[in-house]
């Protein structure tokens, strides 16, 4: 992974880092001296998803009871887990061993020294397999200085679920590589194709994880980008105007109702649910969508990330494991981190809850087994080639000044990307022109163009 700036030294993206952090760390917090983890004991701290909690769940029969180290956890919803992961390591106040942390933080986590490096953690246990671990994900979890930081519990890419009995009931069919144009032509199609049922469901959420996400990647292969090279703004160029306009028009047209509050759970409610016939979205939904049970099991298909400009446009994410640099108990830690991303537990899962529910997106030998294809049949070749063609480094039509797809691999990206997603959510729910949205957008943008610019 490159740095975020060329430009920037280590120092500054540091102070950068800790200006965030200030509004949250100027309080009283009764974290800051905490006592921490201790003896045969950890602190977990972790976000709330389905997979996590059945990871809880199955922690305390066969991790601890075959190690003897106790796992403490508090899970909390994304938005409250970051600040919370947050505040803890920034101050390196050692109350949580372990935090789920994706790609976008690690790198920056790792360079501030809040993390401890895994390599030598990794040489002591080849049973983990590291070379198993998909090399997108390797390299996304990797710090400047090329060690390892963290380690994934699953990883994901986005791409487009349809439903194949409502396009065949209408006589459609999806393209092997759809762009962006296709899909609003068959959203018109499959509006109203049923009762309730609207063409196509996007995240309009506010949040720099929620509605940016799906957005920042149709501005990528629309030609657009946050930054050019230099770290010059350009929200308000012509191909950025362009895509957000698209995305806001295809959404108002033939979204979901309420699109401007709804985000992943929302989506994948409609489409559990039979209210859309398309949804872009992770492709880790699709396991929730196939799970036994689910009312849309075996009538869903699955397409690459739609495209316009760009060869791909798939995001790339990972949950991931990151080990708190003021860790008391860091070999325990990582004895939970090894058997947490091993491959033992993604057959722990397999066999006790079902192939398609595993953290899969991770690792070759997961897409090898046999009872994981046969399961995940509908998605898995889709899901792997989604995450090995994501280009973090090269996303769009442009050199950009640092890496990520559906973010900007920057401290100061989250609070930029999420007062955007207001601006751009305003323009969905019709409060505000995508013009208006932008111009404000842009204001935001070159605050942040003139801390880099120079540099």
Known sequence: MRTPSRRRPRAALAVAAGTLLAPLLSGCWAGAGGSGSGGDAINVLMVNNPQMTELR?????HFTRDTGIKVNFTVLPENDVRDKISQDFAN????????????YEIPIYARNGWLREMDSYVAKDPSYDEPD???????ALTGADGKLYGQPFYGESSFLMYRKDVFA???????ARPTWRQVAELAAKTDGARPGMRGICLRGLPGWGELTAPLTTVVNTFGGTWFDKDFKARLDSPAFRQATEFYVGLVRRHGESGAAQSGFAECLNNMTQGKTAMWYDATSAAGLLEAKGSPVRGKLGY??????????????YTWAWGIQQSSRNPDKAWKFVSWASGKGYERLVGETSGWANVPAGKRASTYANADYRASAAAFQDMTRKAIESSRPDDPGVQPRPAPGIQFVGIPEFTDLGTKVSQEISAAIAGRQSVASALRESQRLAERISEEYEGR
Do not use: C, F, H, I
């Open 303 to 316: 397409a690459p990330a739609p495209v316009e400009r760009t060869a791909s446009s798939g995001w790339l």
């Open 92 to 103: 390196q106040a050692g109350q949580y061993d372990v935090a789920t942390l994706s790609n």
């Open 133 to 139: 671990v998909l090399r997108p994900l390797r390299e």
């Open 57 to 61: 769940k199955l922690t305390a029969t």
């Open 169 to 175: 009931a209408k006589g459609l069919t999806m393209p």
